[in-house]
């Protein structure tokens, strides 16, 4: 089971903490990873944290962080530099087995949480 927290209403250029907690099962054995779905589109891929080994999407690559706490079971992605185009719903999603070569795409995670909205106005 995965809750994901931290959303909200900020303005371009401002930084947010998402905060996803798992339970159920070994945090370190998961691939855990964040997506976003804005208005219109689809579901795409933000970030992912696997054995230590960080991806991002060129989109976010360099303003965005993900990062876990297994002693929490946490996971977390710290968003500096904000923009417009970043407002969505912000999913986190984990997988324990999962493909290196499908990390990036939603169907390789069977866990979601239940997403947090984050609106950046300009």
């Known amino acids: 089971q995965l809750q994901a927290s931290g959303g909200g209403l900020v303005q371009a250029g401002d930084s947010l903490r998402l905060s996803c907690v798992a339970s159920?099962?070994?945090?370190?054995?998961?691939?855990m990873a964040w997506f976003r779905q804005a208005p219109g589109k689809e579901r795409e891929f933000v970030a992912a944290?696997?054995?230590?080994?960080?991806y991002y999407s060129d989109s976010v690559k360099g303003r965005f962080t993900i990062s876990g706490d297994s002693a929490k079971n946490t996971v977390y992605l710290q968003m500096n530099s904000l923009k417009p185009e970043d407002t969505a719903v912000y999913y986190c999603?984990?997988?324990?087995?999962?493909?290196?070569?499908?990390?990036?795409?939603?169907?390789?995670?069977?866990?979601w949480g239940q997403g947090t909205l984050v609106t950046v106005s300009s």
């Open positions: 999603a984990a997988s324990a087995r999962l493909i290196t070569s499908t990390i990036r795409n939603a169907f390789a995670y069977n866990y």
């Open positions: 944290v696997r054995w230590g080994n960080t």
């Open positions: 159920g099962g070994t945090f370190s054995r998961y691939t």
